[in-house]
């Protein structure tokens, strides 16, 4: 069975500013995918370029096998159907001027499904959120921001889709209501069948709800693989200084934190060979040459010095 979303070389530029530099990867029916990496290394335009939202100036991404990179929005319109972008301020996101029940049956509107009991429908949406119903006659400034949040997933499931892009969907939320957003998440996808690219820094989540995993830097991907894979013997220097990083609740546990050196290094000019040598902890002389991905047993690393190898 061919994946629901099949990414290779995807390439964003925005002026002199290259972002994306070649990002290949897949995602198969019912998985979810986690795409993690620090501010700036151009997690968002991914999926903003796989949605038609950002541009994309070569490569391919095929959704349920169909290309859909450079479609015209007139021929992308009916396809928006099954794809569905969560965004990552939920407040911000939801037009202040509208009650949630417009908010969240407006995609009807919008493909002109005209035979929708709007009311029943925004009752199922709120119902698969656990929203009471009564939240329809609601305006977003009346929600908290787990509320909003769960609006967006209510909006994002109306027209049913079968892949999810979600940017950061906990963001600025308490770590009580991120857990009961991502078990919320975990359940729809199980009942509704649901593929999901889930955009995060906060390993937390990943490791809550992901299948398979792909860090990035600098606009490209330096490692690839299974969630548990990654997290239990991680192969890029720079994945492992991600994970030496992350929050631990035992207090009583024995860190081992792992400075990075300097800053990432501009997109404008970028380093030749690897480009995370200047700030890797066990660069050699090799690092000058240009690392490619190589995969072992389903665990890729752009890498000439992998760790756990």
Excluded at 62 to 79: A, C, H, T
Excluded at 148 to 175: C, F, M, N, S, W
Excluded at 280 to 291: G, K, N
């Amino acid at each position: 069975m061919s994946p629901i979303l099949d990414v290779k070389d995807l390439q964003t530029s925005f002026g002199a500013v290259n972002v994306l530099a070649g990002v290949s990867f897949a995602v198969e029916q019912g998985e979810t995918y986690a795409m993690v990496g620090e501010s700036g290394s151009g997690k968002t335009t991914v999926i903003r370029a796989i949605a038609g939202l950002a541009p994309a100036q070569a490569g391919s991404v095929k959704f349920d096998g169909q290309e859909i990179r450079g479609m015209s929005e007139k021929n992308l319109r009916p396809l928006r159907k099954d794809i569905a972008m969560m965004f990552q301020d939920p407040t911000g996101s939801l037009s202040p001027r509208l009650t949630i029940r417009n908010l969240i049956t407006e995609p009807y509107k919008i493909q002109g499904m005209k035979d929708r009991d709007l009311d029943a429908e925004a009752k199922r949406l709120l119902e698969l959120v656990n929203l009471p119903a009564h939240f329809a006659d609601r305006y977003p400034y009346q929600l908290s921001g787990g509320q909003a949040r769960r609006v967006g997933v209510a909006r994002a499931l109306a027209l049913e889709p079968k892949l999810i892009l979600a940017d950061e969907p906990t963001a600025g939320l308490d770590v009580s209501v991120q857990g009961e957003l991502l078990n919320l998440l975990n359940d729809l996808r199980e009942r509704l069948g649901l593929s999901m690219v889930i955009i995060t820094h906060n390993l937390n989540v990943v490791r809550h709800v992901a299948d398979r995993m792909g860090i990035l830097y600098l606009g490209r991907l330096v490692e690839e693989g299974t969630t548990e894979a990654i997290f239990d013997e991680p192969r890029h220097p720079y994945t492992n200084c991600l994970l030496s990083a992350n929050p631990e609740p035992d207090p009583d546990a024995r860190l081992e934190r792992i400075a990075l050196k300097g800053e990432p290094p501009s997109l404008i000019k970028r380093p030749s060979g690897c480009e995370f040598r200047d700030r890797c902890p066990v660069a050699s002389d090799i690092c000058t040459q240009v690392p490619q991905f190589e995969v072992t047993d389903g665990h890729a690393v752009r890498c000439l010095t992998p760790l756990h190898l």
